[in-house]
């Protein structure tokens, strides 16, 4: 199964993936991941980080079109799990991710572009969306503690005005279950207590494990 976990900056993507991974270890259950964008890749390094971080002016089409390569380059690893109920693609945002900024937020593709774009391309549509429904000004605090911000925000973690109409952008994709089967969970409680809520969500789409 493809699987994407959602949510504004600082709404515990990340450490809700490591949490499922390590239980997807304890259960010897096959698995593959990443985060999106790819900080591993030379597209993030060369093009999308210097962008996000102001280093260098990017049209906002060729951010969207960066996003949308950066996820298609993972097409054939997320197809070896897509369909399968004993193995899963874990992935910390998505395409789902390009949507609410590019076309929600920022206007930069129509949605419905967007998602004809996705069809051409036959880009993976994940099999289940877990949005992490976090407070805005609860996420910032969150990202303020979280590691690896020496260099500060970006153009987006920066904004909390923006970060409310990225919450609400993505509400309206899981209201409509856009590219993909969405669930919202209540991501401003305990680690614990989050991860829980997705296993139950896992549970409802035939994970038991």
Known sequence: MFIVLEGIDG??????????????????????????????????????????????????EAMFLSFALDQLLWKPRIEMHTGKTDTHFIADGYYTTNIAYQSMLLGSIALDTALDFAETFKLPRPELVVFLDVDPDKAVKRKLDEEGHEEGFDMFEADIEKQRKIRSAFLKLADNNTFGTWAVIDGNGPVDQVFSSILAVLKEHGITY
Request: aromatic fraction near 8%; charged fraction near 30%.
């Open 11 to 60: 709404a515990g993507k990340g450490r809700q993936r490591h949490e499922l991974l390590a239980h997807f270890d304890e259960h010897d259950v096959t698995y593959d991941t990443t985060d999106f964008p790819d900080h591993e890749g030379a597209l993030y390094r060369e093009l999308i980080h210097p962008a996000l971080h102001s280093e260098i002016d990017v049209p906002s």
